[in-house]
């Protein structure tokens, strides 16, 4: 088989290409890496075309070593001795100030192909910022490590957006981060100078091992592709009291709580005959986050055809079968300040899940619908695709 090279891969080869004269930004985390495991930092900053400025850091941190949703300031890298402005703390774009010094930022990420991962949101803004200074930005392209077949979800209403969700797009848009930056481009009012460096070799049929690149965690809860595969479902629990498997060697794939009863929410989904997933009883304790240090009973997710399986659809129905069963106990939860939205009505793009899952029937009427919203917002995406 080829090996499929990223734009890391490509720009590591081609620099003069792309950077040739140019003060350089990059904004990246430990996934931005070549096939030999050479960061795009040293890449960038080891090469004689331009010259490395500045280094950008959004979630996690720029070395992938913050735990989710804790802010940080600006710092001073180490080796380096140049700034690492943070993306994530009082600002969440690059501001006027910090591209003083930069002509193009070089951004870098492997994402999930996910609405609700931060790193989507983190392009969008940063695309804005380059477009109001006049800086270039170059993506670095990346595989879609689900594919690039597949599209599920409803699609993100306006008045809902936030770090979680940044564009009216359904849940799990089967783009690679540099198809979605055409596309984000393309519909903005105000456009950024935009490059593309493609991936070379890459089919859309393609899973992310089927590539043969690295696999480097995105963020510390996103272990392996077991967890990808379920995580556009199974995210929506992170809006309730359940825990979501954080804090465990499982996040993402095991759901449960003190109060569940598994082995019954495993009978009952496992009734259902879902494609793709069989659900098996499970306990777990949680180092940290939501029932830290308690025992939760809960079921874990087994993906057993990945062609087959439907995260959305799976997780919206084990949301509505564990809420049906635990009534007394299930809780949406309440918005992070007064005034906001509930983190729930974030992560799916409405308030209809939170107002009508409990009511009977509407589970499968929302999936339906989302499904319809899918497959509309299927052929948008068309115009951006760069691979067959």
Known sequence: MQPVLSGADRLERSASAYLDGKRIGVLTNPTGITRNFRSTVDVCAGQSAGKLTALFACEHGIRGERQAGLLFEDETDPALGIPVYSLYGKHRAP??????????????FQDLGVRFYTYLTTLIYTMQACAKAGKELIVL????????????????????????????????????????????????????????????????????PETGL??????????????????????????????EGRGTTRPFEMIGAPWLDGRRVADSMNKRGLPGVTFHPVYFTPMFSKQKGELCSGVQLYVNDPAEYRAVRTGLYLLRQIQEQHEEHFAWLPPFKEGSKGFIDLLTGSDKVRLTLHEAGAAERIADEWDREAAEWAKTREAYLLYE
């Open 214 to 243: 690295p696999w480097i965690m995105p963020s510390p809860n996103m272990p392996t592709m077991d967890t990808v595969r379920v995580y556009a479902g199974t995210c929506l629990f992170e809006g309730t009291n359940l825990s």
């Open 95 to 108: 501001t006027p100030e910090m591209l003083e010094t930069v002509d193009a930022i070089v951004f870098d």
């Open 141 to 208: 392209d990346r595989p879609n490590p689900l594919g690039g077949r597949n599209v599920e979800g409803g699609i993100l209403r306006d008045g809902y957006q936030s770090m979680v969700g940044g564009w009216p797009i359904p849940f799990r848009t089967g783009l690679t981060i540099g198809e979605f930056a055409k596309l984000v481009n393309d519909q903005s009012e105000l456009k950024c100078s935009l490059q593309v460096v493609p991936l070379d070799g890459w089919r859309r049929e393609m899973e992310y």
